[in-house]
Structure formats: structure tokens, C-alpha cells
């Protein structure tokens, strides 16, 4: 403690570094005493900057004017816990005087604080909160935005501007991304990736070969494009985390093809693993049913390992089939026919998967009227493994299939 200081000085220094390591409630004494020795000295001591962090803690509203009168000041020491502590009392008092410190900061206020008028602004949320955060990035030069929009405040910004989560921010954000120095934070990637801006398509391809590459996956499965299938497919491939796997299959879903199952497919990829081909047969039940797409599920219909077959049987029963009359009958009267089979496998998953997908062939047969009437009356098989069957599982896929067969046919 400072020799010559007034004793009330000394007496509120003492509860000011008392309280500051607590994290119990402010009493109402304890927050007159805090908020007179922010009256006291606004502007420049160690009391005033312990003070406030301590009311900040306890969101006292009792200090919102001292705080409102201190932004207004030149200099205050504790600026940044005033901004702070309005923010979190949703003082919106505070919006203007936040505002015109954010306009001086490239001229005349500490870099240090920059952070914390920031996150207040952020959390405002309103369109003049947003203007100001805007004016921020796109009324500085690139050069000056290089120099104090770098690292940690960057991503701050960045974080303050998604959370409003209009579509003006989004193009701000775009902006400054393309000036930035430093690696964001980690949440600030992840509030990037569920804004489902195609524009950042690069970004996120990017972050799969660092340690955000969960978000990248979350923003691709939003935005993905053919762009994005190599990379992709490398983390299908290649990535021990089987959740990582199942989300890129998810993203690649979004390309219009099914990039994955033909990679597995071409001559050289012999090697891919029971996880790899499993995750390619599973992903061709997201697109509707052609010629390559319906080939590629009968090939892991005859894959050696249960799951595969099991996938490959699910997908033939999630596939749109809206495009079915374009296509060759032939190739369908041969998937039926692997299906049927499949309803013996040894694995109960794939006899269930494989009765509800011919429930659903069955019901699709108005494709081609005439044709189909060749086709061999699956209920009398669905129905007989409803009723044999040792799986239950089984029987009540079949019986479903047979319901739903029965209903389309108007019986």
C-alpha cells in the first residue's frame, strides 16, 4: 500500500483486493464502498481497476453510471471492464460512447482494450452495435486492419460480428478473413461453419488438414461442392476417427454424386478398408437412383463383410426414386434380384434392410406398368420371412414391407 495516502484511500484499497479474489456476492456495503472508490478515481489506479473487475464479476447495476461516466472520459484505466459490465447489464447506454472508443482506437486508444469494447459491442446486438463493428473492418484501410486486426483481436471481431448472424455481417467477416495474419480461435471457426456461407467453401476445405478440422466438416456439409471432394475423400479414407468419417460422407452428399463410392471403386483402391467402403455404400443412399449408383450398391451387396452388404441394402431403401422411369429396367429387375437373396444372408441387419428396400422396389413399380407385372410377387416372399424368420427384427421389417406393398396396390 502507498505511504501518504488517505486513510479512507487505504481502507477501500484494503476490501477492493479482499474481494477480488472471492467469487461470492457482493454485499451492499462492500458494492457502496467499491462503487465510491470508482467516483473517487476513474481514471488511472490500481484500486479503480480492482474495483471494477470485482463488480464486474457480481454484474453490479449500482456502478452502470460510474461506468458510463468513465467511458465518456479520455482515458480511463479500467475502460475495458466498463465496457464489459454494461454489456452484460444490457445497458444499451453504453452503444455510442462503445462506438466512438472503437472509431479512435486506430488513433488514440491502448491496443489492450480493443478486445474488450469488442465483445461488448457483440453482445448489444443491435444495428447500431453491428454499424459500428462493421465501420470497423470496412472504413480502415487493408494496411491498418493488417496491423491492429491481427490474431486475437481478429477472431474477437470476427466472433462479435457472427453472433448478430445478419447476412451484412457475413460479407464483413469474408472481408476481413482475407487480411488476417494470425489463426482464429477455435469457437471463433465453429460459429464460422454453421453460418452456411457458400463464400467460404476455401476456408473450410482449408481447416480439414489442421486441428479445427471438425469445423471445416461442419461448414462443408452445408456448403460443399465438387470443389471440396478431394479432401473430403482423403478424411474418408484415411481419418481413424470414424464420426470425422461419417460427416465428410454427409458433405460429399452434397456434390451431386457419389464421389466417394467411385474413388473406391476405380482400379488401384482394392485397399480401401471395411470403414471406407461401408461409409460408400452408406452414402449412395442419399442420391437418387442411376445406372452407376444402382451397379455400385449391387457390387457392396456382394461385399465380404456384413456391414457393407447391410449399408448397401439400407441405401437401395433411402435412394429417391423419383427418376426411376429414366433408367433401364434391366438394371432394376437385377438389384431385385440380389435383394431377394440378401433376404438368406447370415447377418440379420442385412435380411431387415434388405426386405424393407424390396417393400419400397415393390411400391415403385409404377415406373414401368408393364414391365413389372414380370416381376415375382415379393410379398409371398416378404410374407414368408414375417412369419419364419428367428429375428424379430426381421419379420417386423417385413411385415412393414408387406403393409406397405398391400396399401400401394389398393388392397
Given amino acids: 500500500m502507498t505511504p501518504g495516502r488517505d486513510p479512507a484511500d487505504r481502507s477501500i484499497d484494503a476490501a477492493a483486493d479482499a474481494f477480488a479474489w472471492t467469487w461470492d456476492g457482493v454485499s451492499a456495503a462492500s458494492t457502496a464502498e467499491l462503487v465510491a472508490a470508482l467516483e473517487r478515481d476513474p481514471t488511472a489506479s490500481r484500486l479503480a481497476n480492482q474495483a471494477a473487475a470485482r463488480l464486474v464479476r457480481a454484474r453490479e447495476a449500482a456502478a452502470a453510471d460510474v461506468a458510463l461516466r468513465a467511458l465518456a472520459s479520455p482515458r480511463p484505466i479500467w475502460a475495458h471492464h466498463a465496457a464489459t459490465l454494461l454489456s452484460l447489464l444490457g445497458d444499451e447506454r453504453a452503444v455510442p460512447l462503445l462506438a466512438a472508443w472503437l472509431d479512435e482506437f486506430s488513433r488514440t486508444r491502448p491496443e489492450w ?204 431403401g433411402r435412394a429417391p426414386s423419383d427418376a426411376l422411369h429414366l433408367y433401364p429396367y434391366s438394371e432394376f429387375v437385377d438389384a431385385h434380384a440380389d435383394l431377394l437373396r440378401a433376404l438368406d444372408d447370415p447377418w440379420h441387419r442385412v435380411r431387415a434392410r434388405a426386405a424393407t428396400a424390396l417393400g419400397r422396389i415393390a411400391c415403385a413399380g409404377h415406373a414401368w406398368p408393364e414391365e413389372a407385372e414380370a416381376l415375382p410377387d415379393v410379398s409371398l416372399h416378404l410374407g414368408a420371412v414375417a412369419a419364419t424368420d428367428p429375428v424379430a427384427c426381421v419379420r417386423d421389417a417385413a411385415a412393414a414391407a408387406v403393409r406397405a406393398i398391400d396399401r400401394h396396390q389398393g388392397r
Fill in 113 to 316: 482494450q480493443l478486445g474488450s469494447v469488442v465483445i461488448a459491442l457483440g453482445r448489444f446486438r443491435t444495428p447500431e452495435a453491428q454499424t459500428a463493428l462493421i465501420r470497423a473492418v470496412q472504413g480502415w484501410p487493408a494496411e491498418s486492419r493488417k496491423a491492429w486486426w491481427a490474431g486475437n483481436e481478429s477472431s474477437l471481431l470476427a466472433e462479435s460480428l457472427l453472433r448478430m448472424g445478419t447476412p451484412e455481417v457475413l460479407s464483413t467477416v469474408y472481408e476481413l478473413s482475407r487480411t488476417m495474419t494470425d489463426p482464429w480461435h477455435s469457437r471463433t471457426y465453429h460459429l464460422l461453419a454453421r453460418c452456411g456461407d457458400a463464400r467460404f467453401e476455401g476456408f473450410f476445405i482449408e481447416m480439414l488438414a489442421g486441428p479445427d478440422y471438425w469445423a471445416g466438416l461442419v461448414g462443408l456439409q452445408r456448403v460443399a461442392t465438387p470443389r471440396a471432394v478431394p479432401a473430403l475423400t482423403r478424411i474418408v479414407l484415411e481419418s481413424p476417427d470414424r464420426k470425422a468419417r461419417y460427416a465428410a460422407t454427409r458433405a460429399l452428399t452434397r456434390t451431386g454424386r457419389s464421389a466417394l463410392a467411385a474413388h473406391i471403386e476405380r482400379p488401384g483402391s482394392a485397399e480401401a478398408g471395411v470403414a471406407q467402403r461401408a461409409a460408400a455404400a452408406w452414402s449412395l443412399g442419399a442420391y437418387p437412383l442411376d445406372v452407376p449408383g444402382i451397379r455400385s450398391i449391387r457390387r457392396f451387396l456382394g461385399d465380404a463383410d456384413a456391414g457393407v452388404r447391410a449399408r448397401a441394402a439400407d441405401a437401395f
